[in-house]
């Protein structure tokens, strides 16, 4: 009886607000990673404080991410930097001002809305973010996807002006066996079910998602990686992935690419551990 009452009260502690607040948390060591920054760049600083500086506001930006996922990757900036200063303190510091700064970006990264979400859907997860997502029931429209032409995106652009439907954000993408592109209508009433040629019109029960928020360009490294994390957060509050990963992308290629969104996304539902 407690195994299969741990996976609940792990579901229902995250549900309820069980998980640091992702938003104060990155805000906060936003705040604490620019001002050792900053600090590291005042006029006059003696020689041999630039690099410490760097090093105090990477473990500073940890500290206030501990228990998230962006904790652990200020935690390997930090400890990479040590490793390397062992053998070449010069290119330590070289190459750790830059991924602090990059750190920075992702903790103060907002996205761009280009379009509405659909009828009840969360907040995006924050960048480098990891948290249960509730998504109510909604309708899609979907076509299979062979690779990353572009052709799955056409047919459903033409299906949503056909057919008058407002373009919503994100579009989703399923990386299953029968794996598709979906546009979201932005509510589940919107036009019939059903198929149109190689679009299908489906509603999509509610469902939970462990998501991560990412920035930049879609590569199958980067999602092999937050698919690896998501797995690895879930393992650890006892939860298990119900079904196939999937990405909702929410900007255009319109948008510079180091501005763009994505959340990588594996389904859950509790089960016996």
Same mark, same amino acid.
């Not at 299908?200 to 092999?224: F, H, K, N, W």
């Given at each position: 009886?407690?195994?299969?009452?741990?996976?609940?009260?792990?579901?229902?502690?995250?549900?309820?607000?069980?998980?640091?607040?992702?938003?104060?948390?990155?805000?906060?060591?936003?705040?604490?990673?620019?001002?050792?920054?900053?600090?590291?760049?005042?006029?006059?600083?003696?020689?041999?404080?630039?690099? @410490?500086?760097?090093?105090?506001?990477?473990?500073?930006?940890?500290?206030?991410?501990?228990?998230?996922?962006?904790?652990?990757?200020?935690?390997?900036? /930090?400890?990479?930097?040590?490793?390397?200063?062992?053998?070449?303190?010069?290119?330590?510091?070289?190459?750790?001002?830059?991924?602090?700064?990059?750190?920075?970006?992702?903790?103060?990264?907002?996205?761009?809305?280009?379009?509405?979400?659909?009828?009840?859907?969360?907040? @995006?997860?924050?960048?480098?973010?990891?948290?249960?997502?509730?998504?109510?029931?909604?309708?899609?429209?979907?076509?299979?996807?062979?690779?990353?032409?572009?052709?799955?995106?056409?047919?459903?652009?033409?299906?949503?002006?056909?057919?008058?439907?407002?373009?919503?954000?994100? /579009?989703?993408?399923?990386?299953?066996?029968?794996?598709?592109?979906?546009?979201?209508?932005? /509510?589940?009433?919107?036009?019939?079910?059903?198929?149109?040629?190689?679009?299908? /019109?489906?509603?999509?029960? @509610?469902?939970?998602?462990?998501?991560?928020?990412?920035?930049?360009?879609?590569?199958?490294?980067?999602?092999?990686?937050?698919?690896?994390?998501?797995?690895?957060?879930?393992?650890?509050?006892?939860?298990?992935?119900?079904?196939?990963?999937?990405?909702?992308?929410?900007?255009?290629?319109?948008?510079?690419?180091?501005?763009?969104?994505?959340?990588?996304?594996? @389904?859950?539902?509790?089960?016996?551990?």
């Amino acid at each position: 009886m407690t195994n299969m009452l741990l996976p609940l009260l792990a579901l229902a502690a995250l549900a309820d607000g069980g998980t640091p607040d992702l938003e104060a948390a990155h805000a906060e060591a936003a705040h604490r990673l620019r001002a050792g920054i900053d600090a590291a760049h005042v006029e006059d600083l003696p020689a041999g404080r630039h690099y @410490p500086l760097l090093l105090a506001a990477g473990r500073d930006a940890a500290e206030a991410l501990r228990g998230l996922h962006a904790g652990e990757v200020a935690a390997r900036i /930090v400890a990479d930097a040590r490793w390397r200063a062992v053998l070449d303190r010069d290119a330590a510091e070289r190459e750790l001002e830059p991924a602090l700064e990059r750190l920075l970006a992702d903790l103060e990264f907002r996205v761009r809305g280009e379009a509405d979400l659909p009828a009840g859907f969360p907040a @995006p997860t924050p960048v480098l973010g990891i948290r249960l997502q509730a998504y109510p029931a909604y309708r899609m429209a979907r076509t299979p996807m062979a690779g990353r032409d572009g052709r799955a995106f056409w047919r459903l652009f033409r299906h949503i002006q056909t057919h008058e439907i407002a373009m919503t954000a994100p /579009v989703e993408t399923s990386y299953g066996d029968d794996g598709f592109m979906a546009f979201l209508y932005d /509510v589940p009433e919107r036009g019939p079910l059903g198929t149109g040629g190689p679009v299908e /019109v489906v509603d999509v029960p @509610p469902a939970r998602y462990a998501s991560l928020g990412c920035r930049g360009v879609e590569t199958a490294a980067g999602i092999a990686e937050a698919r690896a994390s998501l797995e690895r957060w879930l393992r650890e509050r006892g939860l298990r992935p119900d079904g196939e990963l999937r990405v909702l992308s929410y900007n255009s290629p319109m948008v510079p690419a180091d501005e763009r969104y994505f959340e990588v996304q594996l @389904p859950v539902r509790v089960r016996d551990v």
